[in-house]
């Protein structure tokens, strides 16, 4: 049974600033849960109904996580979802440490102000498909934690790293010999070029692309020809490129 105060603590977690000030989130629904209970993640606690307990007791036991029954109704009052699903998980958000020597021996994703919780959730959904490992962020892109993103990623966020960062400084300090794909409306199409497997690829604001200070050290611009019908018209977003990009008709062999 929930108290008071633990009603109030984690409904505080609905608000970016207090995430922010108790370095915790929330996770829900048992497919993601259980994605973060094999991860990096630790927990401050989990509050779930009976019958996910029963089946999930053992596991948080020998993890030493602390975990509370509650009913319907206990889980409507916490949870941030419409339909809330048998469990929430209050998460401890790690320290960021930015790795270092990886640009050149990966493919890596940079999101220049990705404003759409949804959009950047889907972001690194597809990029952990894809095999991506890191994505670094602008500091004004959405925010990782925020509950739209988190369950967005149906359980990539407990496997591809995502970074805060300037962006036009890490790539100043680590652009030597790579390739920097950025992506436009007027690129190149990537029909016609062999994309490198250790580049890196920039997504830029759903609305304004990539910014300025990121321009002068993109190497080559890529754009994707979309298909259009008379129902259709070009997307004012550049989001889609990310999809055509890494996906180029369902070949995931499009990095040489």
Known sequence: MLTQNQIKQIKSLHQKKNRTEEKLFIAEGPKLVEEMLGSKFTFAGIYAKKEWLTDNSDRLINKNISFTEINDKELERISTQATPNKVLAVINIPEQIIPMGIFGKELILMLDDIKDPGNLG????????F????????????ELYNPKVVQSTMGSIAKVNVYYTNLSTLLKANVNGVNVYGTFMNGESIYNISPDKNGVIIIGNESGGISDDLLSLVTKKIAIPLHKNQNQHSPESLLPLLFYVMNSGGNKNIFR
């Open 122 to 129: 889907t972001i690194i959904r597809t990029a952990n498909w």
């Open 131 to 142: 095999g991506i490992n890191h994505i670094f962020c602008s500091e004004n892109s959405s």
